[in-house]
DNA sequence: AATGAATGAGAATTCATTCAT
DNA sequence: AATGAATGAATTCTCATTCAT
């Protein structure tokens, strides 16, 4: 048999695209991106269809690193605003500590290049956070509005936490517990 | 390149080029640009020096335009909290009723085309947005954060708000509602 | 305005696609055809949509030269011997002369880029050698034939007639002579 | 470069590349002519040394099959014209009965990636058509051209003839009649 | 020997920008 | 000033061929 297709590789591609769409967005050329996983400009095009095939299952995998880091170690039986910490931690430090992940998943977020049948996959697979985030609801200040809409306003603000973890490293935990804590207020009753 | 005569033109040029990157992203060829706004592919060059200025531009000119909103009929000696709605209803009506500015905004917000120079006389702009918020962090639950802490929580809380009043108008009262009693719980003392 | 499309451009991109095809087949690069036509690559893309129009193009104004030169002087009221003569002495002396464009299209013929559309459009455009053909055929030795049959004869023989006046221009009368001599015994009666 | 083993896969190889070049011509991707072949797209290279000794090796292989299809059953000693009829119905035969053969012909015939070398040897070998071809012009109507131009005729005609038969494959007969006819009027005396 | 992943030199386009009209 | 044809570098993708397995 000949050489197999290698997964490591597979994933460098990946892990290129993730740095590459960071820093030039979706528009960036296929050459790049593979210059930066040290393979052949042609060796990209065996493991993905084409650039959008890459672009969209860059979406989906960053995506699901999200879902997998949020879900890691989640204390189901923990009280809610534990389990709700927990998950806006995770996902804090998940954008603060990578941010060619979170700046890739930024421009993909707003790219026409992404299928709105991804972006349902990709949504589908947070729907575990959506359900958390409905309970938190439930019976809080949210309770008129669609669990979407709380759990958007989490990833938001989530988001904009991240930002300033970034610029203030030193601050990390100041911010992260602010963050939350707004949300917090901003959601749940009392 | 010779002095360009029509502000209209000037002005269907950056209309034309806001319909376009929120379709298509700040990669969208000029000439599409140029046809959208009714004129040749030349004349685009004759009122911006090149493709990225062209999207700088339109980067402070959509800045400029929510400011405008925002101030507008802003309501000085009012009480805190009806400032704050004030621009709160403002920029969430801006974006919900104009998507594309919305949408554009967003995609030249992640692009490494618009320069840091840009960004910064962006944000300058918005210094009033940041002062009123300073205002009613000051005594409240974010007096140990900075004040464009506030400021960003109000933005992306307005920006997360937008998507739903756009997909759902009919509900936009309810959204623009809910949304803002979320900011104020989150920031303000009680 | 603007420079005008130049029709002198257009005709050299053809008659320099015609030398290319002639001597590479379909499958050779745009660019050197651009090349051979003067003209930069990007130019040959403002003339003809992609390179399949290009050919199936230059497919139909070959047939059209043919047509032009079979008909131009055609003795509508001669007998009919030198009626068919002008056609086959016009046709020979035509391909004879001018090799590329007789290779072009030959190559052309068995391409799988020339649409059955364009092959129908090019046929059409050699009816009227049908008609005279059928005109010989009609009460010869073919009568019992569909007249394609008997056209088709003509057009094989007077192509393989080609290739000994290109080969031997100095017999060129001789061949010329000697195909349509066969060509009158094998189609009319007597 | 390993001496490869089976006879069957090398034909194999050999009747897809018929198939493909008949039906996308010479420029057909070698991964195309590998997969009809069932076999892997390096395995086609230890048959061939490369592209072009594939496709030249192709046109030699179509010549020879053609050669013993005529020669096959050849009455030697039958009178000319049933010998020269046996020749045509042969011919005929094969071409319309396989279409992806003659087609692929068609396509070599006009590729310069068939070398003159190979075009020679595929000529040589139809030297005992050509032969029968100049016994039947020696006192006939073409007695005064080569007899290579008898020989053409013979088989311009006869591939004029293939193209109605496969179109038409209930009159198979009246066409192969009506052709060789038309061949022999042409070209013998009488 | 057979396989098919890897390679990188092309190939067909596209596109920002210039410039003749 | 306005137009849009002309340009050629850059881009995505293909493909003959090699080579690790």
Redesign the pocket.
């Known amino acids: 048999?000949?050489?197999?297709?290698?997964e490591d590789?597979r994933n460098a591609i990946l892990a290129a695209a993730t740095e590459v769409v960071a820093a030039h967005g979706p528009?960036?050329?296929?050459?790049r991106i593979s210059r930066a996983a040290g393979?052949?400009?042609?060796?990209l095009?065996?493991?993905f269809d084409?650039?959008?095939a890459l672009l969209n299952e860059l979406y989906l995998a960053l995506k699901r690193d999200v879902r997998d880091t949020l879900m890691a170690g989640y204390p189901a039986s923990a009280s809610l605003v534990d389990r709700a910490r927990h998950v806006w931690n995770r996902y804090v430090d998940w954008g603060a500590s990578q941010p060619a992940k979170h700046r890739a998943m930024a421009q993909l977020a707003v790219s026409d290049r992404v299928t709105a049948q991804c972006r349902e996959l990709g949504s589908a697979m947070l729907a575990e956070v959506e359900a958390l985030v409905h309970g938190v609801a439930w019976r809080g200040e949210m309770a008129d509005q669609p669990p979407a809409f709380a759990a958007a306003i989490l990833m938001a603000l989530a988001e904009t936490t991240m930002g300033f973890v970034q610029r203030e490293p030193d601050e990390a935990e100041r911010y992260r517990r602010a963050g939350f804590d707004a949300f917090w207020r901003a959601v749940s009753k009392e």
Not at 1 to 6: E, F, L, N, Y
Not at 27 to 31: D, V
């Open positions: 048999m000949a050489r197999p297709r290698s590789k528009s960036a050329p296929t050459a393979v052949a400009e042609g060796t095009f065996t493991y084409d650039k959008d």
